[in-house]
C-alpha cells in the first residue's frame, strides 16, 4: 500500500483546481516536489483516505475545502484555509491513523522521507516546517 501518497494539502488534482492553486499557496501549489502521507502495510487500515478527507462521518466537522467553489463560498482567504487545514488535521479523530511522511517526486513516485510513522497533526507541522525553507507558511 505505500505507493498510495496523500498530499498534505489539497492542490491541483484530477484536472480540477484546487486550494493551494486558487489561493496562490507556495510552495504547495504544485503536483510533485510536495509531502504527501504514505502508508504502508501494517499503517492502512482502510479507513486513511476517507479521515484525511473527512469523509464517512470521520473526522466530518473539519472536513477540508478543496474545490474553489467551496472555499469562496466559505469566504476564506489562503491564511483561513491554511487555518481550517489546521483545524482538520489537529481533529482527535484523526490522532489513530499513522503514516510515513515523503516528498513526492517529479515522476509521482515516493520520493524522500521527512517523517516516519507520524500522525496527520505531526505531519501537517512537519509539512509547514518543511514550508518555510521552500519560503511558504
Not at 489539497?10 to 510533485?32: D, E, I, K, M, W
Not at 489546521?86 to 513526492?104: K, Q, T, V
Request: include cysteine; glycine fraction near 10%; proline fraction near 5%.
Amino acid at each position: 500500500m505505500d505507493a498510495v501518497g496523500e498530499s498534505r494539502i489539497p492542490r491541483s488534482s484530477y484536472g480540477a483546481v484546487a486550494g493551494a492553486t486558487h489561493l496562490g499557496v507556495t510552495p504547495f501549489n504544485s503536483q510533485t516536489g510536495v509531502p504527501a502521507m504514505y502508508w504502508n502495510d501494517s499503517q492502512w487500515t482502510g479507513t486513511e483516505y476517507s479521515a484525511m478527507h473527512g469523509y464517512n462521518d470521520i473526522a466530518s466537522n473539519t472536513t477540508p475545502l478543496v474545490k474553489p467553489a467551496q472555499i469562496d463560498a466559505a469566504n476564506l482567504d489562503s491564511k483561513g484555509w491554511m487555518n481550517s487545514l489546521d483545524a482538520h488535521y489537529s481533529n482527535p479523530e484523526l490522532n489513530n491513523i499513522r503514516g510515513d511522511l515523503h516528498l513526492i517526486n517529479s515522476d509521482g513516485t515516493k520520493g524522500a522521507l521527512l517523517a516516519k510513522n507520524v500522525s496527520p497533526s505531526e505531519a501537517w507541522a512537519k509539512t509547514k516546517e518543511w514550508a518555510k525553507t521552500k519560503g511558504g507558511c
